[in-house]
């Protein structure tokens, strides 16, 4: 744990140095994006709806990033450093997904995530479930809102394992349509899912953890930032109400970014 904690503190003073660097990258160089016509085949891979619906990101603003979360495993990202595509809605990659993506590949027993079938919620650039089936899950399924999908696709399918991942839309405040069609996962993962901007759907995201923690052995595992610790307390509040329960597994040095585990309670 304190490893993990020491190299999100690493990570941040990085990104600090090279975030200019980063966001004038270009398709021309090498060393930022691979070559163009492997992005374009990706663009091509996309579901027609999703193009239909939504604009696909613009090339030029892609920057790849490589998230080391430990020796042996490196995931790429393709980030819009710009923001600028689907209003800046999962389009970089957050310090607490990193975190977690950590705790995963290096605390997390790894009979834990072998074979199992994971759900990431609010995947944004899929950092988690690309970790997770590189790690052994026998499929994850990365959903999201319908805006942040074409860029979301567009990572998940650049991963060696693409095909153990799917890509799925997931409205929060649907969770009846969810609960009808209602499929078991071991695990579910999510990072930065709730803050003060979107605190109207935290009602629904705290009753799709009990409809996905139904009593099982399932559990889930949220990574977030602290930004306002007496308004975010109403969340937790929220997910005791429906009779889950919830421990924190670790805290960052500067005590800012946490991980929970949630569980459904058992009587």
């Known amino acids: 744990m304190v490893d993990a904690v020491r190299l999100i503190s690493t990570l941040r003073r990085k990104e600090q140095q090279s975030v200019k660097a980063a966001a004038a990258a270009t398709l021309e160089d090498s060393c930022k994006i691979g070559k163009e016509e492997e992005v374009e085949e990706l663009t091509r891979r ?24 430990n020796d042996a495993l490196c995931v790429k990202l393709l980030e819009d450093t710009s923001s600028v595509f689907a209003a800046g809605n999962g389009s970089t ?13 290096n605390t997390m027993p790894l ?11 609010g995947a944004g650039l899929g950092l988690l479930s690309k970790c997770l089936v590189q ?3 026998a ?4 959903t999201e809102r319908a805006l942040a999908m074409p860029l979301l696709q567009i990572n998940c399918s650049s991963n060696s394992s693409s095909s153990l991942i799917e890509v799925r839309e997931l409205d929060w405040c649907s969770w009846s349509a969810l609960e009808a069609q209602y499929e078991e996962f ?3 993962v999510g990072s930065d899912l709730f803050f003060n901007s979107n605190y109207d759907v935290w009602n629904d995201l705290a009753h799709l953890f009990r409809v996905l923690l139904k009593p099982t052995d399932a559990f889930a595992l949220l990574a977030s930032e602290q930004r306002d610790e007496v308004k975010e307390r109403e969340f937790f509040v929220l997910l005791t109400e429906r009779g889950l329960e ?8 500067d005590k800012t970014l946490f991980i ?4 459904a309670r058992h009587v």
Not at 46 to 56: D, E, G, V
Not at 93 to 105: H, K, V
Not at 139 to 142: F, G
């Open 139 to 142: 499929r994850c399924v990365a």
């Open 111 to 121: 009979e834990a995530i072998r074979g199992k079938r994971v759900l990431e919620l």
């Open 46 to 69: 996309l579901p027609a709806h999703l193009t239909a619906s939504h604009q696909a990101p613009s090339l030029s603003l892609l920057v790849e990033r490589n998230v080391q979360v």
């Open 260 to 263: 929970y585990k949630i569980t």
């Open 135 to 137: 790690l052994g899950a």
């Open 93 to 105: 990659q957050w310090d607490c997904g990193i975190l977690l993506a950590n705790y995963l590949a």
């Open 186 to 188: 071991d695990l579910i």
């Open 246 to 253: 919830f421990e924190t597994l670790l805290t960052s040095e």
